[in-house]
C-alpha cells in the first residue's frame, strides 16, 4: 500500500517569513495529494490539493508543488500569519480510490 | 448548512467494555471514513465505507466494527476496549463521484481506563 513520509514533524518560524513542509510518497500510481490544515481541538480541513497532470498549484499564500519522477511534494506558505499556526498534513490516493494515506503531520508554530 | 458531527466529544469508560461512537452527516455522501489521531502516527484509516451495507477494513481495524444501514450515519463501536485504544477518533466523509475532499467532524476523545 502507500506509504506517505512527511517532514519536519515540527517547525517555527517568524511571523512574516515562509513555511515549507515536504512529503515523499511511495506508490507511483498516486494521482491526488491533498494538503489538510487542523487546529486546536478541530477535525482537519482542506486547504489546497493537487492531482498528477499539475506541477504547481497556488491559492493566495499557499501553494503547492509537485514533483512525480521523485515522488515528492511540498506545501509553501509565504508571509506567516499567527493563525497559520496549527497542524498540517500531507496524504496521497491512488487513482480510483477514495482511500487516502495521511502523513504523520507537522506542527507550525509561528512566532509573533 | 450540511455537517458532520460526531458524538460523544469525549467519553472515559473501562477496559473491557463495549463503546460506541457515533458519526452522523447530513451531506448525503456515500463515502464515510473512520481514523483516530495518535501523536507519532498522524490519521490512521480504521474502516471505511463506500455506501450502505458496504463496510471495509482500514490500516488499523483489530478491535474496531462498523455497519451502515442508511446513507447519513456510520457508528464506530470498539467491541472490548482496550487502553491501547486511548485516542482521538475523527469521522470524515466524501462525494463518490464529484470530488475527493473529506469532510471532517470534530473529533471524539476516548480514554479507556
Known amino acids: 500500500g502507500e506509504n506517505v513520509e512527511q517532514h519536519p514533524s515540527t517547525l517555527s518560524v517568524q511571523e512574516g517569513d515562509s513555511a515549507v513542509i515536504k512529503c515523499t510518497y511511495s506508490d507511483s500510481a498516486s494521482n491526488y495529494f491533498p494538503w489538510y490544515k487542523q487546529e486546536l481541538g478541530k477535525g482537519p480541513q482542506l486547504i489546497i490539493d493537487i492531482r498528477s497532470n499539475v506541477g504547481e498549484k497556488k491559492d493566495q499564500r499557499i501553494a503547492v508543488t509537485l514533483n512525480k519522477t521523485a515522488k515528492h511534494f511540498s506545501l509553501h506558505i509565504t508571509e506567516t500569519q499567527p493563525e497559520d499556526s496549527a497542524v498540517y498534513f500531507c496524504a496521497a490516493r491512488p487513482g480510483g480510490y477514495q482511500k487516502v494515506t495521511f502523513g504523520i503531520g507537522t506542527k507550525l508554530q509561528v512566532i509573533p | 448548512d450540511a455537517e458532520i458531527t460526531q458524538s460523544p466529544r469525549h467519553k472515559i469508560t473501562e477496559t473491557g467494555r463495549q463503546v460506541t461512537l457515533a458519526c452522523h452527516q447530513t451531506?448525503?455522501?456515500?463515502?464515510m471514513f473512520w481514523y483516530r489521531q495518535d501523536l507519532g502516527h498522524g490519521l490512521r484509516l480504521i474502516h471505511y465505507s463506500y455506501g450502505v451495507h458496504d463496510t471495509n477494513k482500514g490500516e488499523v481495524s483489530d478491535g474496531y466494527s462498523v455497519s451502515r444501514s442508511n446513507t447519513e450515519d456510520l457508528p464506530l463501536t470498539l467491541e472490548s476496549a482496550a487502553s491501547s485504544q486511548t485516542s482521538v477518533y475523527f469521522c470524515a466523509s466524501s462525494e463518490s463521484n464529484r470530488e475527493d475532499t473529506q469532510y471532517f467532524g470534530p473529533g471524539t476523545r476516548l480514554t479507556v481506563l
Open positions: 451531506w448525503n455522501h456515500n463515502n
